[in-house]
């Protein structure tokens, strides 16, 4: 019983912890691009953590390169608007979610190891439609007033 707890409450610490832990980091980042984070916009620039719940938004010569925990791959066009709504992935079990909205303008997805264990885990929303992501490679192209 005294194992079970043991494990129970190292478990529990190690969602706490996740929860604090970035979802990926800035790869690259050209022209005009931010982070917006709890209402606060900062530079995007190589390099900076990228947490669950961003958003990054380029202008018309920006684009970002993100790599996440999982090695999911995003690459943010000019224009855009992409909002990491929520993010969780377990390294050791490589299970968790990742939910993201595409507002406007493109994001190219190189899927990574969260979509390979947990078939439906992964989602992409624009205005007009939801993609439910199995492993692939796909880019999403949002135009203005769609």
Same mark, same amino acid.
């Given at each position: 019983?005294?194992?079970?707890?043991?494990?129970?409450?190292?478990?529990?610490?190690?969602?706490?912890?996740?929860?604090?832990?970035?979802?990926?980091?800035? %790869?690259?980042?050209?022209?005009?691009?931010?982070?917006?984070?709890?209402?606060?916009?900062?530079?995007? %620039?190589?390099?900076?953590?990228?947490?669950?719940?961003?958003?990054?938004?380029?202008?018309?010569?920006?684009?970002?390169?993100?790599?996440?925990?999982?090695?999911?791959?995003?690459?943010?066009?000019?224009?855009?608007?992409?909002?990491?709504? %929520?993010?969780?992935?377990?390294?050791?079990?490589?299970?968790?979610?990742?939910?993201?909205?595409?507002?406007?303008?493109?994001?190219?997805?190189?899927?990574?190891?969260?979509?390979?264990?947990?078939?439906?885990?992964?989602?992409?929303?624009?205005?007009?439609?939801?993609?439910?992501?199995?492993?692939?490679?796909?880019?999403?192209?949002?135009?203005?007033?769609?």
């Amino acid at each position: 019983m005294k194992t079970i707890i043991t494990m129970l409450a190292a478990s529990i610490t190690l969602l706490a912890n996740a929860a604090d832990l970035p979802a990926g980091m800035i %790869k690259t980042a050209k022209g005009s691009a931010a982070i917006e984070r709890d209402g606060q916009k900062t530079p995007a %620039k190589a390099g900076a953590a990228l947490m669950a719940s961003d958003r990054v938004v380029t202008g018309a010569d920006g684009s970002v390169g993100i790599t996440l925990r999982d090695e999911t791959l995003l690459a943010v066009g000019p224009n855009s608007n992409v909002w990491l709504e %929520k993010y969780a992935f377990d390294p050791t079990s490589h299970e968790g979610t990742l939910n993201a909205t595409v507002k406007k303008g493109t994001l190219g997805v190189i899927s990574g190891k969260l979509s390979k264990q947990s078939p439906g885990a992964v989602q992409f929303r624009t205005p007009t439609s939801i993609l439910g992501v199995r492993g692939t490679e796909f880019v999403i192209d949002v135009k203005d007033g769609e």
